[in-house]
Structure formats: C-alpha cells, structure tokens
C-alpha cells in the first residue's frame, strides 16, 4: 500500500504464506513537490507553457520535428495576449533578432484543405492573418503558416519553405536548473500589433 500526503508517504507491505510465516514492512519518506517549470534556462515561461525560438532555418516539417524531439510542437497561439508575448518576448518580431526570416508557427491545413488546426491538435479558434491571407497564392497548395517577422502577422506558404521556428511545450516537474530560467510576463505594450 502506498500513500502519499501533506510532505510524507508511507510505504507497507505485509506479506503471508497463509500459515504463520508473516512478514511486514512499513517505511515513511519525505518528498519536495516541484513545480512547474522549462526544462532548461534556454525556454522562455509565460503562463503555463514554455517557449524556444530556433535561429535555424528548416522546413515546416523538419522544425516540427525538431521540436517533438524535444518533446515539444510547433507553437499554438490562442490568443492575442498569447501572440504578443510569443512576438515580442521572443524577440520574434524585434530587430534583435539576429536573422530576418519569417517564423513557422503550428497552425496548418494538411489535414483538410482550407480547414486550418494546430499541429498539437488543438482547435484554431483564434488567428491573426496577414490581409488577403490565407490564399493558396497563384493556385500553390500552401498548407503551412508562418509568422511574419515585421508585422507579427499570419500567412499560409508551402511546407517547404525555409524558415526559423518556435517550438512550444506544457511546463513540467523538472529539477531545479543550476542557471535560473528566464520568466516573462506579457509586456506591457501600449500598442496593439498592426
């Protein structure tokens, strides 16, 4: 029997052969409960999900993978407050940045075209699309979104592209790192993203 409470958890087993051999053994340990965090001081937290930017320029599908090897996805942004801290936290929309690429975010329409969902499979019900966008420019099946890095704006490109990305993840029980993550707030910011 294990149970755990207030700090403890006790451990004890009783064991018999149904005659009067018997065995019993009882223990209580004490536990830290950790907290949620990134799993590393390179993640940018804001609310309860951390962020990396990738300088690296890969394709849509190469930059997922990238970010499910590390246990993350491309980002899922659900929300304009979530938008403006990915965008100006990150540096994504900044001229601190060191590259100009455009930014792969998660949301796609591979699965149905026109049908734009994240690739964490969670529903679209919030976006931010450049005007005119998305299009499937001059009949080309653009299945992918990126994030432009001027405007902070949306547009559907073909999955081939070439461009930086963010990948996204939940916080976990991490242990304590040994450098302190970096741990945003939204900005406040007294303009809204044109």
Same mark, same amino acid.
């Given at each position: 029997?294990?149970c755990?409470? +207030?700090?403890?958890?006790?451990?004890?087993? !009783?064991?018999? +052969?149904?005659?009067?051999?018997?065995?019993?053994?009882?223990?209580?340990?004490h536990?830290?409960?950790? %907290?949620?965090?990134?799993?590393?001081?390179?993640?940018?937290?804001?609310?309860?999900?951390?962020?990396?930017?990738f300088?690296e320029?890969?394709?849509?599908h190469?930059?997922?993978?990238?970010c499910?090897?590390?246990?993350?996805?491309?980002?899922?942004?659900?929300?304009?407050?979530?938008?403006?801290?990915?965008?100006?936290s990150?540096?994504?929309?900044?001229?601190?940045?060191?590259?100009?690429?455009?930014?792969?975010?998660?949301?796609? +329409?591979? &699965?149905?075209? &026109?049908?734009?969902?994240?690739?964490?499979?969670?529903?679209?019900?919030?976006?931010?699309?450049?005007?005119?966008?998305? !299009? /499937?420019?001059?009949?080309?099946?653009?299945?992918c979104?990126?994030?432009?890095?001027?405007t %902070?704006?949306?547009? +559907?490109?073909?999955?081939?592209?070439? /461009?930086?990305?963010v990948?996204?993840?939940?916080?976990?029980?991490?242990?304590?790192?040994?450098?302190?993550?970096?741990?945003? &707030?939204?900005?406040?910011?007294s303009?809204?993203?044109?």
């Amino acid at each position: 029997m294990c149970c755990r409470f +207030d700090g403890l958890y006790s451990v004890s087993y !009783h064991f018999t +052969d149904g005659g009067e051999t018997q065995f019993s053994y009882s223990s209580q340990h004490h536990f830290i409960a950790k %907290a949620l965090r990134c799993s590393g001081p390179d993640w940018y937290e804001f609310g309860e999900f951390c962020y990396k930017p990738f300088e690296e320029k890969k394709t849509w599908h190469s930059a997922r993978t990238a970010c499910r090897q590390l246990g993350a996805d491309l980002v899922s942004i659900r929300s304009m407050t979530e938008q403006m801290c990915v965008c100006i936290s990150e540096c994504v929309c900044t001229k601190e940045r060191e590259t100009t690429s455009d930014v792969w975010i998660g949301l796609n +329409d591979l &699965g149905f075209s &026109g049908l734009f969902s994240w690739s964490d499979h969670h529903e679209a019900t919030f976006t931010y699309w450049a005007p005119g966008e998305p !299009h /499937n420019h001059l009949g080309f099946s653009e299945d992918c979104v990126e994030m432009y890095h001027e405007t %902070a704006r949306w547009n +559907d490109v073909t999955c081939s592209e070439l /461009n930086t990305y963010v990948c996204k993840m939940p916080k976990g029980h991490y242990p304590l790192p040994s450098v302190q993550p970096t741990i945003y &707030g939204c900005p406040q910011v007294s303009r809204a993203l044109s």
